[in-house]
């Protein structure tokens, strides 16, 4: 970086991303049980790991109208959270998506925290959506100009000196112009911190509907109830394409939207059945895990700020964790792109005003969480690349409803 960019510090956080999400919603809540000094003070030094940087100096002075933001997350104002999964493939990444130059964020969400802490909404954003990109401003004074495009091109032009705070600040600036909505913080999660933070909570249950190979995102599984480790949820996250169960994918990135919400959902699930959170090794495992591979806002990174959201969302219910997807067709005049629908201008109209957004809850994709010796279901067998998918008992038919 230039002496104009701002410099990244380390600071404290444990925002979402990818599975992160659900952390936001429930982690610090842990240390109001704790009730010690000493548990505060681990938080803090454990979200130290996470690289903070404030990009408010590129987001301009156009930007749609801002709350006055809780000083410690009690009730009172709404926050919206832009929530990014980046593919980088620096370090580690590398061998976990391939070396591959540049980065991209194939996951993008709009976190909405209700006011009254009643409710959470993730509202994904097709990847393909054909939209005005915006100019783009970084740190050394440059500017990148946008165009019309895909919309994940936003977060690529951000990342011209491999910066994910530059990149993600030149995403939050299209969103709000595009949408209207402020966003107060954001968070970028990594390959790697995807896989160690599902990892931290011992997998995840998820209904595989068949068999499916996808080459491209190194996933071999079979169908049936499974555990996935952080590995294989990753690839069944990142898979559009397959060589079989083709039925099951379609090649879209909006097909892997849908998977990926069911994903979060159940890691939700998991977080909340597990209580981590009122577990002091359990907390520090999944922090840890996951911090050293985010990129967020210093107010995310700030244990008294997380304390108070935490608190004030304790008692959230599983049906008001709603995950959707902006309204969308597709675009004849671009093949493999998605246009916004005039439901998708209703949807941030109601985010603006803090109205409920409907769409599928946790409670819609609940799955008990298997016992430890779960028995195979018959005819499901592991996961054989890039990590494993334990068979499980199906307590609640979720397979069969599915």
Same mark, same amino acid.
């Given at each position: 970086?230039?002496?104009?960019?701002?410099?990244?510090?380390?600071?404290?956080?444990?925002?979402?991303?990818?599975?992160?999400?659900?952390?936001?919603?429930?982690?610090?809540?842990?240390?109001?049980?704790?009730?010690?000094?000493?548990?505060?003070?681990?938080?803090?030094?454990?979200?130290?790991?996470?690289?903070?940087?404030?990009?408010?100096?590129?987001?301009?002075?156009?930007?749609?109208?801002?709350?006055?933001?809780?000083?410690?997350?009690?009730?009172?104002?709404?926050?919206?959270?832009?929530?990014?999964?980046?593919?980088?493939?620096?370090?580690?990444?590398?061998?976990?998506?391939?070396?591959?130059?540049?980065?991209?964020?194939?996951?993008?969400?709009?976190?909405?925290?209700?006011?009254?802490?009643?409710?959470?909404?993730?509202?994904?954003?097709?990847?393909?959506?054909?939209?005005?990109?915006?100019?783009?401003?970084?740190?050394?004074?440059?500017?990148?100009?946008?165009?019309?495009?895909?919309?994940?091109?936003?977060?690529?032009?951000?990342?011209?000196?491999?910066?994910?705070?530059?990149?993600?600040?030149?995403?939050?600036?299209?969103?709000?112009?595009?949408?209207?909505?402020?966003?107060?913080?954001?968070?970028?999660?990594?390959?790697?911190?995807?896989?160690?933070?599902?990892?931290?909570?011992?997998?995840?249950?998820?209904?595989?509907?068949?068999?499916?190979?996808?080459?491209?995102?190194?996933?071999?599984?079979?169908?049936?109830?499974?555990?996935?480790?952080?590995?294989?949820?990753?690839?069944?996250?990142?898979?559009?394409?397959?060589?079989?169960?083709?039925?099951?994918?379609?090649?879209?990135?909006?097909?892997?939207?849908?998977?990926?919400?069911?994903?979060?959902?159940?890691?939700?699930?998991?977080?909340?059945?597990?209580?981590?959170?009122?577990?002091?090794?359990?907390?520090?495992?999944?922090?840890?895990?996951?911090?050293?591979?985010?990129?967020?806002?210093?107010?995310?990174?700030?244990?008294?700020?997380?304390? !108070?959201? @935490?608190? %004030?969302?304790?008692?959230? /219910?599983?049906?008001?964790?709603?995950? #959707?997807? =902006? $309204?969308?067709?597709?675009?004849?005049?671009?093949?493999?792109?998605?246009?916004?629908?005039?439901?998708?201008?209703?949807?941030?109209?109601?985010?603006?005003?803090?109205?409920?957004?409907? !769409?599928? @809850?946790? %409670?819609?994709?609940?799955? /008990?969480?298997?016992?430890?010796?779960? #028995?195979? =279901? $018959?005819?499901?067998?592991?996961?054989?690349?890039?990590?494993?998918?334990?068979?499980?008992?199906?307590?609640?038919?979720?397979?069969?409803?599915?």
């Amino acid at each position: 970086m230039s002496a104009m960019r701002l410099s990244p510090r380390r600071h404290a956080t444990r925002g979402r991303g990818h599975p992160g999400l659900r952390f936001l919603a429930y982690a610090a809540a842990a240390i109001l049980g704790f009730g010690s000094v000493g548990s505060y003070v681990y938080l803090q030094s454990a979200l130290s790991q996470v690289h903070t940087v404030d990009v408010t100096a590129l987001l301009g002075d156009q930007r749609p109208v801002v709350p006055v933001a809780p000083t410690d997350g009690a009730k009172g104002e709404w926050i919206n959270i832009l929530l990014m999964g980046s593919d980088s493939r620096s370090g580690a990444n590398a061998g976990v998506g391939g070396a591959v130059g540049g980065m991209r964020n194939d996951t993008t969400i709009i976190m909405h925290i209700s006011a009254d802490r009643s409710r959470i909404e993730f509202v994904s954003i097709p990847r393909d959506s054909w939209v005005r990109i915006s100019d783009c401003k970084l740190f050394d004074g440059s500017t990148v100009k946008g165009w019309t495009g895909k919309f994940n091109v936003a977060f690529a032009n951000g990342a011209k000196h491999h910066n994910s705070a530059e990149a993600a600040a030149c995403v939050q600036k299209t969103v709000e112009d595009l949408t209207g909505i402020s966003i107060q913080y954001y968070a970028v999660v990594d390959f790697v911190g995807f896989e160690q933070m599902i990892d931290a909570l011992g997998g995840v249950p998820m209904c595989i509907p068949g068999h499916i190979v996808s080459p491209e995102a190194g996933l071999d599984i079979q169908g049936g109830p499974q555990i996935l480790d952080g590995r294989t949820a990753l690839a069944w996250a990142r898979a559009r394409k397959a060589t079989i169960g083709r039925q099951w994918l379609d090649g879209s990135d909006t097909g892997r939207i849908t998977r990926q919400q069911e994903l979060l959902a159940r890691t939700a699930e998991k977080a909340m059945a597990e209580n981590i959170f009122l577990d002091q090794g359990k907390l520090r495992d999944f922090i840890t895990a996951g911090a050293s591979s985010m990129t967020t806002s210093p107010r995310l990174a700030d244990a008294p700020f997380l304390i !108070g959201l @935490s608190f %004030s969302l304790r008692k959230i /219910a599983p049906q008001n964790i709603v995950f #959707t997807t =902006v $309204p969308f067709k597709s675009d004849p005049a671009q093949p493999g792109s998605v246009l916004w629908t005039s439901a998708a201008t209703q949807m941030f109209g109601d985010i603006i005003h803090d109205r409920p957004v409907a !769409g599928r @809850s946790v %409670s819609d994709a609940s799955t /008990a969480a298997p016992a430890p010796a779960a #028995t195979p =279901v $018959p005819g499901a067998t592991t996961g054989t690349s890039p990590g494993t998918a334990t068979p499980i008992i199906d307590p609640l038919g979720a397979c069969a409803a599915a």
